[in-house]
Every structure is written in structure tokens, then in C-alpha cells.
């Protein structure tokens, strides 16, 4: 098929109707010029060839249906017939019309008739006919050929919206490729710089270059603290593009809780107090064994718990508490803040999405932590998922394969 439903498959191709033309091939010239005249004032065009080689050129070209007699149809011309038939698209299948002589199909069926007949689409009529009966069938012949000319244009149109989806989804691959690569290179390009800035101010706040006043070591300091605000988000946006592109490496190995959990209260614990947060820890099963990369594991859980810190109101309380089942080994940090809205509970694992930017606005964030962790969580083979109550807190859950 595919040959011609192939072919300009990128611009629409043009709609075409089903040929309405009858190719007659009869050997007596007498016999034709009667038979076109007969079909025409049935309301059928038809137009006779002098032999097979112009019923084939008609054939090519694209007719309704095909009237032979069968004295036309010796060997040579049933071939050459056939072959022609091998040239048609998948979706045709032309009705041929075949005046069989008187009797014909009381005997065996010819050679050449036969095999027409087991290869295309034929219909033997025994002379003599009726012309009521001939044009009724050829009517029934460009009926069903209409039908294959309706399919083919239904074929097309699937096999166009097919191709333009293909070409949309590669384009858009392409343009998220090239987007990715151009974060990975902004973001490393802004690093260089930054890291100047806050090894600069470090010196000047050491007193390498004289004497500091207080006031001045207050200035260094601001300048630090946004020093190391800007490269936490540039890393965000940095990690975030690694990941997106499919450059970052996971170590998975069978580690024990207790190992990734090591570190990560120590970093959390000091902004946790110096808010008044109270911290309550339930891991109870920091024996058991998860499948995970130890760091990218760390790396989520200490996104979860600034999260909570950030979110949570002086005198509120987070909590880190883990449970296990036969296959899968939860770690749930939980939160008595603000909450998050139901109808937002998954729009916070895109990346930039931040639920309400008017009222978060105070708090730092690229608003890519969740979606770069639920990304680390979905590599190791677990997911990180979320639950909250407006008011009451909310619960992030970070699922990870038992080892
Ligand atoms: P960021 O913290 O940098 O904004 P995240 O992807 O970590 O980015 O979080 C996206 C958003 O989800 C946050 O801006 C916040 O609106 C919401 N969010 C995340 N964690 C919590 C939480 N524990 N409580 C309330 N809202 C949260």
C-alpha cells in the first residue's frame, strides 16, 4: 500500500473521487460502439480500449470499474492484466466485469479466467444478458469502488495526523534537549562568578586586605547570604537541567536507612531550633535495607525537611518517621505548617511551581526542589508523594525499594 498512501504524506494530498469511467475492452469494434452507447444512456461513461495494453494504461490512471469480454482475455493479456492489478495500492481492489461466452460457466472455467478470477475482484456474467442485469452490476462495481476510494482518503488523513504528531513530538524533544543543555551551560558559567564573589568576601571579612569595621563586616556578611542564596538556586536549575538531560548517574547499592539519615538532621537540626521548631523523630527502622543511591536519597530527604522548616510557623513541629511493607520502604516527613492546597498537591512536582508565589514570596526557592527530588526518587525505582490539610501540615513521603 504504503507505496502511494506514502507518498506526500507532509502536505495534505489533495482529495480525490472515485473515478466514475468504465475501461471496455471487447475485440470487435462493432461490439464496443454499441456496448458504450447502451451504458450511456444508462447514465454510465464508458470508454472503450482497443486492446489490453490501453485498458491497462487506463487501469493506471484510475478507473471505476473494468468491462471485458472474455474473448480479449487470452493468456498474454490476462498476464499482462494481472500485473497491472500487482501495481495497484493496498486499498483498491477494481471490479472486473467479465461477458463470459453462452454456456461458458456450465463448463469448466478457461486457464487464463480462472486465474483472473482467484486474483482480482471478478464478476462472470453469462451471455446473453440482459442490460438491466449488466448495468445494475456495473452500478454495484463503482459503488464498491467509491468505498475503497472513501477508505484510502480515511487512511490518508490518519496517516497525515500520525506523521504531523511524530514531527510535533520531535521538534518538541529537540527544543527540550536544547533547553536543558542551555541551563547546564548558564547555570555553570553564573558558578564561576559566584564563587569569586563569596571567596573574595571571605577574605575581605578574614581582614587579608586591613582592618574591618563592624559595619562593614555586616555588609560582607549580606553578601555572603545572598552569595549563597544565588548558588543554591543556580544548583537547582543546574541539578534540575542534569537530570532532564539524562547526564546524571545513580550508584544504586543496598544501603541501610540509618546511613542515609546520617547527615542529613545535622545539616536540618540548627535552622529547625533557630526557628523554635520542635522535632519529633520516629524512625524506628533504621536497620532495614533500601535499594538507592545513599546521596541522591539524602539529598531528598534534606529537600523535604527545609521544605518543612520553611513552611511551618514558629512553634510548630516536624517530624521525620519511617514504615515498611514486603516490598517498599516509606520515609515520611511530616509538618504542622501552613498546608498545601488539594488541588495543588501534584502541580508541586512540576518544576517552577510554587503555590502561591504572593504569599511564599518571603521564602527563597526556584520552585524546582520537589520536582528534581520526585525525578532522584522515580530513578531509584521509588516516588516521592505528598498529603496535606490547609492549616494542619502537611506529609511528604519518600518511597524506596526494600533491599
Ligand atoms: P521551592 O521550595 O524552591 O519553592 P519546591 O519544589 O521544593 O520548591 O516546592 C514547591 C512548592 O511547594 C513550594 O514553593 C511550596 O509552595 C510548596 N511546598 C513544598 N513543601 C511544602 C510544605 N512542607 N508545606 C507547604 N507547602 C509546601
Not at 108 to 129: C, M, W
Not at 212 to 224: G, K, M
Not at 370 to 383: K, N
Request: with cysteine; hydrophobic share 45%.
Amino acid at each position: 500500500m504504503t507505496a502511494t498512501l506514502a507518498a506526500g504524506v507532509d502536505e495534505p494530498a489533495p482529495r480525490s473521487e472515485a473515478p466514475e469511467c468504465i475501461a471496455l475492452l471487447t475485440p470487435t469494434g462493432r461490439d464496443a460502439a454499441v456496448a458504450t452507447r447502451v451504458l450511456a444512456n444508462a447514465g454510465l461513461d464508458a470508454s472503450a480500449c482497443p486492446d489490453m495494453s490501453a485498458l491497462c494504461h487506463f487501469v493506471h490512471d484510475g478507473v471505476g470499474a473494468v468491462l471485458i469480454a472474455e474473448e480479449a482475455l487470452d493468456a498474454q493479456a490476462s498476464a499482462m492484466l494481472l500485473a497491472e492489478l500487482a501495481e495497484q495500492p493496498a486499498w483498491s481492489d477494481l471490479p472486473i466485469v467479465v461477458l463470459t461466452g453462452e454456456g461458458e460457466l456450465s463448463r469448466t472455467i478457461p486457464r487464463a479466467l480462472d486465474q483472473l478470477a482467484s486474483h482480482a475482484n471478478v464478476t462472470l456474467l453469462e451471455r446473453p444478458i440482459r442490460v438491466a442485469t449488466i448495468v445494475t452490476v456495473l452500478r454495484s462495481a463503482l459503488r464498491a469502488r467509491r468505498r475503497q476510494y472513501d477508505v484510502r482518503e480515511h487512511l490518508l488523513e490518519r496517516l497525515e495526523i500520525l506523521e504531523r504528531e511524530r514531527t510535533a513530538r520531535r521538534h518538541a524533544e529537540a527544543a527540550n534537549q536544547a533547553k536543558s543543555e542551555f541551563l547546564a551551560m548558564m547555570s555553570h558559567e553564573l558558578r564561576t562568578p559566584l564563587n569569586a564573589i563569596g571567596g573574595y568576601a571571605q577574605l575581605l571579612e578574614m581582614g587579608v586586605r586591613g582592618p574591618v569595621t563592624a559595619l562593614q563586616r555586616e555588609d560582607l556578611e549580606r553578601i555572603e547570604r545572598s552569595q549563597r542564596h544565588l548558588l543554591g538556586l543556580i544548583n537547582d536549575v543546574l541539578n534540575f537541567a542534569k537530570l532532564e538531560a539524562g547526564r546524571v548517574q545513580f550508584a544504586i547499592t543496598r544501603v541501610p536507612l540509618r546511613d542515609i539519615f546520617l547527615g542529613v538532621e545535622a545539616l536540618v537540626l540548627p535552622q529547625l531550633h533557630a526557628k523554635g521548631l520542635r522535632y519529633v523523630d520516629a524512625g524506628e527502622c533504621r536497620d532495614i535495607l533500601v535499594h538507592a543511591d545513599e546521596e541522591k536519597a539524602r539529598q531528598v530527604l534534606i529537600n523535604l525537611l527545609s521544605n518543612a522548616v520553611k513552611f511551618t510557623p514558629a512553634g510548630g513541629k516536624i517530624g521525620l518517621a519511617c514504615s515498611v511493607d514486603d516490598q517498599w520502604v516509606y520515609t515520611t516527613v511530616t509538618d504542622s505548617g501552613m498546608g498545601i492546597p488539594p488541588d495543588r498537591l501534584e502541580a508541586i512536582f512540576e518544576p517552577f511551581v510554587q503555590v502561591d508565589r504572593g504569599l511564599t514570596s518571603r521564602q527563597e526557592g526556584t520552585g524546582l526542589g520537589l520536582a528534581i527530588s520526585r525525578d532522584l526518587a522515580r530513578h531509584m525505582g521509588g516516588d516521592l508523594t505528598a498529603a496535606s490539610v490547609i492549616g494542619e501540615g502537611s506529609a511528604f513521603t519518600l518511597s524506596l525499594p526494600r533491599a
